[in-house]
T-cell receptor, first 115, second 112 residues
């Protein structure tokens, strides 16, 4: 049963604390993405990775870090430098075709709240 | 600078009628467009897509229309069902980047 899993579903962060959100996929997709959704807004790209051990900043990368040590995994760390981390975080993955017209498939999301 | 815009935050239609969700874009380099459906506290689910070489794509009750000259696309749902009630996002990408740019979303409510 292929898909994308994210954990935990809810995460609480204290001031000054780093937290890591997990994203795993068993779809054999090359590319993985992290988005943030705020109320009334669309999804904004934080980081993406098209190949293992390589990743690029998206539109709102400040205060976040990622790693891509395995094809299946793309964890996101929300650092203490991110001043407004409360949001719904979504992980996605896609194949990488020659046309780049690839559909991204999303995980169930993680809600991050600041205590 | 919002490259993809969904100007209607919400839409309400009666069950069985047509739902039309609209999306406008500004970047003429976009050549692939997608619609996603999202329930609260869940990830978006892919619905339907269209390449810029086409002007229409149909999948069951869902049809997407693309008007390149107007930089406008729309999603038609016929007939609308209460289970279609959700937030709908349009998204666009260009072949040279592959990155998806999302609109703000439109909340559809289908009344029984």
């Amino acid at each position: 049963d292929g898909g994308i899993t994210q954990s935990p579903k809810y995460l609480f962060r204290k001031e000054g604390q780093n937290v890591t959100l997990s994203c795993e996929q068993n779809l054999n997709h090359d590319a993985m993405y992290w988005y943030r959704q705020d109320p009334g807004q669309g999804l904004r790209l934080i980081y993406y990775s098209q190949i293992v051990n390589d990743f690029q900043k998206g539109d709102i990368a400040e205060g976040y870090s990622v790693s891509r040590e395995k094809k299946e995994s793309f964890p996101l760390t929300v650092t203490s430098a991110q001043k407004n981390p409360t949001a719904f975080y979504l992980c996605a993955s896609s194949t990488l075709g020659t046309s780049a017209q690839e559909t991204q498939y999303f995980g169930p999301g993680t809600r991050l709240l600041v205590l | 600078d919002q490259q993809v815009k969904q100007n209607s935050p919400s839409l309400s239609v009666q069950e069985g009628r047509i739902s039309i969700l609209n999306c406008d874009y500004t970047n003429s380099m976009f050549d692939y467009f997608l619609w996603y459906k999202k329930y609260p506290a869940e990830g978006p689910t892919f619905l339907i897509s269209i390449s810029s070489i086409k002007d229409k794509n149909e999948d069951g009750r869902f049809t997407v229309f693309l008007n390149k000259s107007a930089k406008h696309l729309s999603l038609h749902i016929v007939p609308s069902q209460p289970g279609d009630s959700a937030v709908y996002f349009c998204a666009a990408s260009s072949s040279n980047t592959g990155k998806l740019i999302f609109g703000q979303g439109t909340t559809l409510q289908v009344k029984p």
